[in-house]
C-alpha cells in the first residue's frame, strides 16, 4: 500500500497559511503542572512510604488527574480512539494517566539507584553494540513513550555508557531541579540546546565514541517539521533532531523504555538510519534521506503505540489537520532526490 507523501511545514508561519504550525506545537503553551505536580507528591511519597507502601497511592493520584485535567483526558480519549481496535472506555484513559503516574512513581527510585526493586529485559542490544563498535558514536531518537530512566539504566548495563541527552534549556532546568530534589547527588547529563558550544559539546561526546539522546515527537512550534500519516492521521514531526545526525554523519537508534505494570519495565532499541553513509550526498538527497529517516521514526512510534497503548505521554493535541491536494504534490521529491 502506497504512504501519502511527507508535507514539509514550516512551523514559524502564521495560523492562516498552508504549512501553518501543527496542533502538537501547542504543548509549549500547556506548562505540565499535573506532571510537575504529580511528580513532587510522588516523590515526597515514594522517599517516605518506600515502594511497596507508596505504590497504592499511585491509583487515588490517577484517579484525580483523570477526574480534574479535561484537556489531558480529551486527548487521551482522542489518542486511544486511534490507537484501541475498540471504542475507549473511561477505564481506558484511566489506565494510560495511570502508566504514566507509575513511571514518575518509580522514577524516584530509578534516579536513586534502586535497580534492585525492578525488572528489567531489554531488545536490541546487537545493533546497538554493533553501531558503537565502530566508535564513532551514536544518536538515541526516543519519544514520551514510557520511562527514559528505565532505559537509560538498561542502556548502562548493555554499554557501559551513559547517554547524554540533548533539549532546550529550559527543559535541561526543569530536569535538573527535579533531580536535585529528588537526589541531590544525581546529576544530569545535559547539553542545552541554544548555548553557543552546544553542537561543539555533542561532536566531542560523539568522538568520544559516547551516545546523544533526543526526543522527537514534539516541537517548541518554530521549527520545521514534516506532517507524515500517523495513527489514522496527520501529525507533524520535527525535522530537527534527523538534521542534526545527518550534519554529523551518525547512526540513529530508536529507543523506548516500555512500562510493562507492576516493576518490570522493557527496552528497546533500533537502528532506523545511518547517516554516515552520505558522504558525498547531495543536498536533494541528504534531504531525502532525512525525510525517509523520520517517515521511519514515525512508523516504528505508530507500532510501539498499538503493541503498548497507554505508553505513550502526550496529553495535548497532537494531530494536525490532512494536507490539501496541493500540498501533498507540492511536497513530492525531485527527480534527483529520488536517484
Known amino acids: 500500500m502506497n504512504r501519502p507523501n511527507p508535507v514539509p511545514h514550516d512551523s514559524g508561519r502564521a495560523a492562516n497559511e498552508p504549512g501553518a504550525a501543527a496542533p502538537n506545537a501547542a504543548w509549549t503553551q500547556h506548562k505540565e503542572r499535573s506532571s510537575l505536580l504529580m511528580l513532587r507528591i510522588m516523590s515526597w511519597l515514594s522517599l517516605r512510604l518506600g515502594r511497596r507502601l507508596s505504590r497504592p497511592l499511585v491509583y487515588a493520584i490517577a484517579a484525580y488527574f483523570v477526574c480534574f485535567a479535561p484537556t489531558a483526558r480529551r486527548a487521551s480519549r482522542d489518542y486511544l480512539k486511534r490507537v484501541l481496535p475498540r471504542k475507549p472506555t473511561p477505564l481506558d484513559g484511566f489506565k494510560q494517566v495511570l502508566a504514566f503516574a507509575s513511571?514518575?512513581?518509580?522514577r524516584v527510585y530509578l534516579?536513586?539507584?534502586?535497580?534492585?526493586?525492578?525488572?528489567?529485559?531489554?531488545?536490541g542490544e546487537a545493533p546497538m553494540r554493533a553501531v558503537l563498535a565502530k566508535n564513532r558514536g551514536a544518536?538515541?531518537?526516543g519519544a514520551h513513550l514510557g520511562s527514559f530512566?528505565?532505559?537509560?539504566?538498561?542502556?548502562?548495563?548493555?554499554?557501559?555508557?551513559?547517554?547524554?541527552?540533548?533539549?532546550?534549556?529550559?527543559?535541561?532546568?526543569k530536569i535538573n531541579q527535579?533531580?536535585?530534589?529528588?537526589?541531590?547527588r544525581a546529576t544530569a547529563d545535559i547539553i542545552g540546546m541554544g548555548?553557543?558550544?552546544?553542537?561543539?559539546?555533542?561532536?566531542?561526546?560523539?568522538?568520544?565514541?559516547?551516545m546523544v539522546g533526543m526526543l522527537a515527537d514534539r516541537t517548541p512550534g518554530?521549527?520545521?517539521?514534516?506532517?507524515?500519516?500517523?495513527?489514522?492521521?496527520?501529525?507533524a514531526f520535527p525535522i530537527g533532531p534527523f538534521r542534526l545526525a545527518a550534519l554529523m554523519a551518525r547512526p540513529v537508534l530508536f529507543m523506548a523504555g516500555i512500562y510493562e505494570g507492576g516493576n518490570r519495565y522493557f527496552s528497546h532499541f533500533e537502528l532506523i538510519a545511518?547517516?554516515?553513509?552520505?558522504?558525498?550526498?547531495?543536498?536533494?538527497q541528504r534531504t531525502a534521506a532525512i525525510h525517509a529517516a523520520i517517515a521511519r521514526y514515525a512508523a516504528t512510534l505508530e507500532k510501539h503505540c498499538r503493541a503498548t497503548p497507554y505508553n505513550w505521554f502526550n496529553f495535548f493535541d497532537f494531530w494536525s489537520p490532512a494536507p490539501t491536494l496541493a500540498q501533498v504534490h507540492s511536497a513530492a521529491p525531485p527527480p534527483e532526490e529520488n536517484a
Open 274 to 284: 545511518d547517516f554516515s553513509e552520505l558522504a558525498g550526498a547531495t543536498a536533494a
Open 111 to 123: 534516579i536513586n539507584d534502586r535497580f534492585d526493586l525492578f525488572q528489567f529485559r531489554a531488545e
Open 178 to 184: 527535579t533531580l536535585a530534589a529528588i537526589n541531590p
Open 195 to 210: 548555548n553557543v558550544d552546544s553542537m561543539l559539546n555533542v561532536r566531542q561526546r560523539l568522538d568520544e565514541g559516547g
Open 103 to 106: 513511571t514518575i512513581h518509580d
Open 139 to 141: 544518536f538515541l531518537i
Open 149 to 173: 530512566e528505565a532505559l537509560s539504566a538498561v542502556g548502562r548495563h548493555m554499554t557501559g555508557t551513559r547517554a547524554t541527552m540533548l533539549m532546550f534549556e529550559e527543559n535541561a532546568r
Open 222 to 235: 518554530n521549527e520545521a517539521t514534516l506532517l507524515l500519516p500517523f495513527l489514522g492521521g496527520y501529525a
